[in-house]
């Protein structure tokens, strides 16, 4: 360069830079005319943050990467930016939000019990199966909702709302969504696929249209989890055995489609509540064995399910030490205490709220009045007027208990068996060399393969690998029933890709797929083959903050900003009307009328006060 330009280059530069340290004093700042610009190093800083984009990471999984892609975009509009983090399945979403690498992650529940307590319990109270709160007011207005009838709580329940929403932001809510599910109609017989609100799906009353098929051909369904959290019924509460417990264990109650308690399919012929709502009578039915596998086949044990397991499996189900990694107690913590009542005369005593006996009560519908009460599962005889009947007491009124016996953590495992392979010490448990029942690697195909499951429900799981699992009919579930299992084998391919299994439907590799995205009605609706069927369902979708070291958990207002950049309304313009709003995981079940509506300029406002705060 020659020496004449590179003294003008100095030249300038010096310029610059002498122009850019120019102080300017109160007396000149007042005298300068409105049209120039006067700005001292510190406002210069101060516009500089209020301008500059927060940056924020989002969490969530390929599955939902148009949610994803559409929250960032809202969130970018309302001064984010936004760092994607998407993991390619459950386990290592799971595991990237355990090691809390994320600010903001997206998030869903489904409330399977039909019952709000069940929608907020696990998730927003202090220890929580999935809780990351710890939050005294809402721990109270959870307690509190629980004890109330359905007329009482709605206020509580919307309370609960305004702290865990607006007032504290611990979620963003995005929708509430359609439950829809497509079948074969060429192969199944349509009417005999249900569609559940909560409850899983019903795989005992699915049949063939063809039914000479039962015994010969499996009934094919899909799921995209190939690795089982375990098949011990309190030790998972997730959607890769969800299904598979649901119909390996049988229950106490059950839930019709539309969330209404029922014996029908359960272990009960008929249940009464006394009238201060703490205590709870079943009478069980004498006609279901526990089913196991040999040489890979379902043979009954000759075992009967009865009061024994009943009173084992709900006792350990409340106990968060009864297994290593409990992962549902919290759902069972209300209950107090399960027996077996051997004296007719007490449920004579036992009064319903309208005044009738709970021994009149339990005997609506029965084959034999109740002439006798036994302890011994092997002595009952509803024929001859012996039955048993269990009496549960919760620790304090809370009717809601009664939903939660339905669910699949509920299922009753055998007692003798349980006891035969759990001989670890729960405190000293060792992963790697216990081994515990339900452990998935006892039904996986390969060295370890050792299947000592009992099952209690009307399928039992025989064999698995990463391709596809194998269930066959318990040959003592209500035989001669109309619960009795119409169709002999179920197999349950694993495909991770819903674009993937929805071909598998049409191309007939399978005959139901469960969780048909909106985005693919039209498909579904445009094959002469498959049938759609939805319903509103429980499930909600929302953003969880980060509530450890992260700057989310220490800022409300942080939180805030993200809450009303959320517009649920292009949402549900991306799914042509088929979500719906929502404000919690409450919203499906209590319509407390409140509503999240986006608000860019309070987005704004709630930046700026947490930019000025970490200034």
Avoid at 140 to 152: G, H, N, R
Avoid at 237 to 261: A, P
Avoid at 388 to 399: A, C, G, N, R, Y
Avoid at 521 to 537: E, H, I, N, R, Y
Wanted: charged share 25%; aromatic share 8%; proline share 3%.
């Amino acid at each position: 360069m020659k020496r004449g330009k590179l003294a003008a280059l100095l030249l300038i530069s010096l310029t610059v830079v002498l122009g850019g340290c120019k102080v300017t004093t109160k007396n000149e700042a007042a005298e300068a005319p409105a049209n120039t610009s006067t700005t001292t190093n510190a406002q210069q800083t101060e516009s500089t943050n209020e301008s500059a984009p927060v940056d924020i990471e989002l969490l969530g999984m390929s599955a939902n990467e148009a949610d994803l892609n559409i929250v960032r975009d809202q969130l970018a509009k309302n001064g984010f930016n936004v760092k994607l983090n998407i993991q390619a399945d459950y386990g290592s979403f799971k595991s990237q939000q355990d090691a809390g690498n994320y600010d903001i992650a997206l998030s869903s529940w489904t409330t399977v019990t039909g019952n709000p307590d069940y929608a907020v319990r696990s998730l927003f109270k202090t220890g929580g199966d999935y809780s990351i709160l710890a939050d005294p007011e809402i721990d109270k207005l959870i307690d509190t909702a629980s004890t109330q009838t359905p007329e009482q709580y709605v206020d509580t329940y919307k309370q609960f709302e305004q702290q865990l929403v607006f007032d504290k932001a611990y979620i963003a809510p995005l929708y509430n969504s359609l439950k829809a599910q497509a079948l074969n109609q060429d192969v199944l017989k349509k009417e005999s696929v249900r569609l559940s609100k909560s409850r899983s799906l019903v795989w005992e009353d699915i049949d063939f249209k063809d039914e000479a098929k039962r015994g010969t051909d499996s009934l094919v369904l899909q799921s995209t989890m190939p690795t089982l959290t375990s098949l011990d019924p309190i030790k998972g509460n997730d959607g890769s055995i969800n299904m598979i417990n649901t119909n390996m264990y049988v229950r106490l109650l059950n839930l019709t489609d539309d969330d209404k308690l029922t014996a029908d399919g359960s272990l009960s012929y008929n249940f009464a509540i006394d009238a201060g709502n703490s205590d709870y009578y079943f009478v069980l039915r004498d006609d279901i064995h526990f089913a196991q596998i040999k040489d890979k086949k379902a043979v009954d044990t000759g075992e009967r399910v009865g009061a024994e397991d009943v009173i084992f499996s709900l006792n350990r189900a409340k106990d968060k030490n009864s297994v290593p990694d409990h992962r549902t107690f919290t759902l069972h913590e209300h209950i107090k205490t399960v027996e077996a009542v051997t004296d007719p005369a007490a449920l004579e005593s036992a009064k319903l709220a309208s005044g009738e006996s709970v021994k009149a009560a339990l005997e609506k519908g029965l084959e034999t009045p109740i002439a006798g009460l036994t302890a011994d599962k092997a002595k009952a005889d509803h024929q001859a007027g012996t039955y048993q009947v269990i009496k549960l007491t919760t620790t304090e009124p809370f009717p809601q208990v009664l939903n939660y016996l339905a669910h699949q953590s509920a299922g009753i495992v055998s007692k003798k068996q349980v006891e035969r392979i759990n001989t670890y010490d729960v405190a000293t448990f060792d992963v790697n060399k216990d081994i515990p029942y339900g452990d998935q690697n006892t039904v996986t195909e390969g060295a370890q393969y050792n299947n000592t499951l009992y099952a209690s429900g009307p399928y039992i799981l025989s064999h698995k690998n990463d391709y596809e699992a194998i269930l066959y009919k318990n040959p003592a579930y209500l035989k001669g029933t109309s619960h009795e299992p119409k169709i002999e084998n179920v197999k349950i391919r694993f495909i991770k890709d819903a674009d993937s299994a929805l071909s598998a439907l049409r191309s007939g590799e399978i005959h139901v797929f469960y969780g048909v995205s909106e985005t693919k009605f039209d498909v579904v609706k445009g094959d002469a083959k498959l049938s759609l069927q939805t319903l509103p369902s429980n499930a909600v979708s929302y953003l969880l903050f980060n509530m450890k070291n992260r700057p989310v958990a220490e800022s409300a207002d942080l939180r805030k900003a993200v809450l009303y950049s959320i517009n649920q309304d292009e949402i549900l313009a991306y799914y042509n009307g088929n979500k719906f709003k929502a404000v919690s995981t409450v919203s499906p079940l209590v319509k407390t009328g409140l509503e999240l509506a986006s608000d860019p300029a309070k987005a704004k406002q709630f930046l700026d006060a947490f930019k000025a705060a970490n200034s």
